[in-house]
């Protein structure tokens, strides 16, 4: 029983970074009213930024500090840069943009980093497992549930206490409407994907430790948070979290059962929501 | 919305215009190429594009799933023909058959979904696919993939009618089921049924509000698209000799999509031409540099930003442009007259 209880505690840290992952990919759907296939290619960046830091010697906290940043700044460019030069065009053109951007960004990972993957180290303080009694578990991973649920608590205050918050999801009932009432939309938009950028990096960080880097992990990142969107509902917070949880223990549980079709299983999971749930668990109609 | 793409009346001189064009591309491709596998790897994947495009140019879904038939295809082929003893063109049709099946499963849950929902759905099933066929290793090989596929000589009995040993005769086949794929699609995109996709997609409410089915219709589309990818897959296989599981990869949908929005969603044959960019160019630049994708990526950056037509629109007014005046004052009249 107790190896059940041990992989839902598992499911839950694994959610919790998928919930992170789909979250920015949630708010940037949306205000910008399309889906970003990039947000994989930038949890890669997180991921390999991070590895790339700890070569050089610094440490995991500044990673985790430093890399979003740089991310986010990235992620902040690309739209100024690229992105806005697609709005006015025909919608699956600003997806296919991102597809190209994420394909570029994994070839220049390539590289860079070769084609092989790259281990990254749990930092020191956080090596070994916590014993409560006959409690056996990871320091690491509690350390990532944690922190995420601190950052979840975070973003959650962002976006419902302060002022670019609202400004995020009034745009997101209209945005000319927000921009009639005089708030500078393109400023939103950039400041909003700049945080979507970073929250995946910040997933890309914290998921380096548990699984290293390798190039592809940005496209197997972006099927889930893709799930856990479908399964959570578009564009609602606590439907990114209740998803990610959701399929994190899912693969959790199931990887004690079945090894092989752990993966498989949570997209077993999402078609079995969408026929009961079509539009998710705690997503709007239409 | 891009409504310049397709609308232009399809007469019937152009329609054999477009099948007399493709001939050409299919008598030149020997005289001009070294390699027959990689011609016959243009045509195959021009016929997935082909697909792709009939539901991104035509009907406006936006397809990361299309490796699913790809895959299914070429494992349909490969189980057949190593297991059964079944005639080649039958298993060919099995392979269609599979194809047709899986976009019909994948299209009956993804098409209730509309927009931005349909395309992640489209890319989760692609994942799922994958996983599913990398976990029955018993039926897929898993990793290592169906190996060892034989390539049969199309025969009545005993009489061989038409080797497929070597690549330029194996190039000669796939010519051959090209040409008829292609001019299938061609009358069915031409058709009633063809013409009401066009205004799925130019006015999907207004479609629907006309009356017309539009789940029905969509489903439609993408049967015929997972037929024609289910085709090209199986090809494939037969012409590489294996099923890897690669086929069943994002990277294959990917491959596919980006080679239709390159090559251009105006018409089919734009998807040829896209297919032809991407191998070619591949082929040449892979050789030079192994991260010649990063190229690709521009390239698809670029066409989305500014060159929404794609390589075909890019040749269109170039070739206006060469050929003088009055063809651009044809093109603008019946633009004028159009709006």
Redesign the interface.
């Known amino acids: 029983m107790s190896i059940y209880l041990l992989q839902v505690i598992n499911g839950i840290g694994i959610g919790m970074l998928y919930f992170l992952l789909a979250v920015g990919l949630s708010i940037v ?1 949306g205000l910008l ?3 970003n296939f990039a947000h994989g290619a930038f949890y890669l960046l997180g991921a390999y930024f991070c590895f790339q830091m700890m070569r050089w010697g610094l440490s995991f906290w500044l990673a985790l500090a430093v890399v979003p940043l740089v991310v986010g700044a990235l992620g902040w460019l690309t739209e100024k840069l ?1 992105l806005r ?2 709005y006015a ?9 991102t ?6 960004i ?3 990972v ?2 860079q980093w070769g084609p092989l993957g790259e281990n990254v180290p749990v930092p020191d303080m956080l090596q070994g497992v916590v014993m409560w009694g006959g409690f056996v578990y990871p320091k690491y991973r509690l350390f990532v549930i944690g922190f995420t649920a601190v950052l979840a608590l975070g973003l959650w205050y962002v976006l419902e206490g302060t002022r670019l918050g609202s400004a995020v999801r009034a745009g997101s009932e209209s945005t000319e409407m927000v921009s009639l009432l005089g708030i500078d939309v393109f400023r939103i938009f950039s400041l909003v994907f700049a945080l979507g950028a970073a929250t995946a990096a910040i997933a890309g960080v914290l998921a380096a430790p548990m699984r290293g880097a390798e190039p592809f992990m940005g ?2 990142a ?2 889930v948070a ?2 856990v ?2 399964v959570g509902g ?1 564009g609602s917070f606590s439907g990114a979290l209740i998803g990610g949880l959701l399929i994190g223990v899912v693969q959790s549980v199931m990887s004690t059962v ?1 090894a ?2 752990a ?2 299983m949570i ?2 999971a ?2 079995a929501v ?2 009961l749930r ?1 539009h998710g668990l705690l997503g709007r109609k239409g | ?2 409504t310049a793409m397709t609308t232009k009346t399809t007469t019937p001189l152009r329609r054999h215009f477009h099948l007399l064009l493709a001939l050409a591309v299919v008598l030149a491709m020997p005289l001009t190429m070294q390699s027959g596998s990689l011609a016959s790897e243009v045509l195959i994947y021009g016929l997935a594009a082909m697909g792709c495009n009939l539901l ?1 140019g035509h009907t ?1 879904l ?1 397809s990361f799933g299309q490796g699913i038939f790809f895959g299914l295809g070429s494992y349909t082929i490969a189980l057949t023909l190593t297991r059964w003893p079944l005639p080649m063109p039958l298993a060919l049709a099995l392979a269609i058959g599979m194809g047709a099946l899986g976009a019909a499963l994948v299209g009956w ?1 993804a098409i ?2 509309r ?3 349909f ?3 489209t ?6 696919f994958y ?2 066929a ?2 029955m290793p018993g039926l897929t090989g898993g990793d290592n993939g169906l190996m060892d596929i034989p390539r049969p000589s199309l025969a009545v009995g005993k009489v061989t009618l038409w080797p497929l040993a070597s690549p330029w005769q194996y190039y000669g086949f796939v010519a051959m089921v090209f040409l008829v794929a292609f001019w299938l699609l061609q009358r069915v995109s031409a058709s009633i049924f063809g013409r009401t996709l066009l205004a799925v997609r130019d006015n999907e409410e207004r479609a629907g509000a006309i009356g017309y089915d539009l789940r029905l219709l969509k489903l439609q589309a993408f049967v015929i698209s997972g037929a024609v990818t289910g085709l090209a897959g199986a090809l494939h296989a037969m012409m590489t000799g294996i099923a890897p599981l690669a086929n069943a990869e ?1 990277h294959t949908s ?1 491959m596919i ?2 080679m239709t ?1 390159i090559g251009g969603t105006g018409n089919l044959l734009a998807s040829l031409l896209g297919s032809a960019f991407y191998l070619l160019v591949g082929d040449w630049l892979s050789t030079l540099w192994p ?1 010649w ?2 190229i ?6 670029v ?4 060159l ?1 037509r794609g390589l075909w629109g890019l040749g269109e007014s170039a070739w206006n442009r060469l050929t003088g005046r009055r063809r651009a004052g044809d093109d603008a009249a019946s633009q004028g007259g159009r709006a």
Not at chain 1, 89 to 97: D, N, P, R, S, T
Not at chain 1, 99 to 104: M, R, T
Not at chain 2, 123 to 128: P, R, S, V
């Open positions: 759907f009213r399309f889906v690229v030069h697609v065009k025909a919608h699956e053109f600003h997806i296919l943009v597809v190209g951007l994420a394909l570029v994994q070839e220049l390539i590289l496209i197997e972006l099927g893709f799930v969107v479908v578009m079945w092989e079709g993966r498989l997209y077993v999402m078609a969408l026929l079509p | 919305m891009n991104l406006g936006l849950v209730r979904q927009g931005t929902y395309v992640m759905l890319l989760a099933f692609a994942q799922m996983f599913i990398y976990s994002y990917e999509l980006v929005v991260r994708l990063l690709l990526g521009v390239v698809l950056m066409v989305s930003l500014g929404q």
